[in-house]
């Protein structure tokens, strides 16, 4: 079983949430559908990143890890082409 870890990008503010799932399109489905709390007041929510990982104990390290100072400058620095776009 794969896990991924994803940032959406909210339409309302512009910030990003990051998570990781076993379930990307699901996961994204409930998030838009207002079923997650973090993120029911910031819909529509777009994926703008991702990335596979085959264990769930990776997938939840690279996910504190994006939620730091330095992870999150990282995703801005891997999307910025769309950041700007």
């Known amino acids: 079983m794969y896990y991924y870890v994803y940032v959406l990008q909210s339409s309302?503010?512009?910030n990003f949430y990051v998570?990781?799932?076993n379930n990307l399109i699901k996961r994204i489905n409930e998030h838009n559908k207002g079923k997650v709390e973090s993120t029911k007041s910031?819909?529509?929510l777009k994926l703008i990143y991702w990335e596979g990982c085959i264990s769930q104990k990776d997938a939840l390290r690279r996910e504190r890890y994006l939620k730091t100072?330095?992870?999150k400058?990282?995703?801005k620095n891997r999307v910025e082409d769309y950041l700007t776009w």
Do not use: E, L, V
Request: charged fraction near 25%.
């Open 12 to 14: 309302n503010d512009k």
């Open 19 to 21: 998570g990781y799932t």
């Open 42 to 44: 910031r819909t529509p």
């Open 69 to 71: 100072a330095w992870g």
């Open 73 to 75: 400058r990282y995703i």
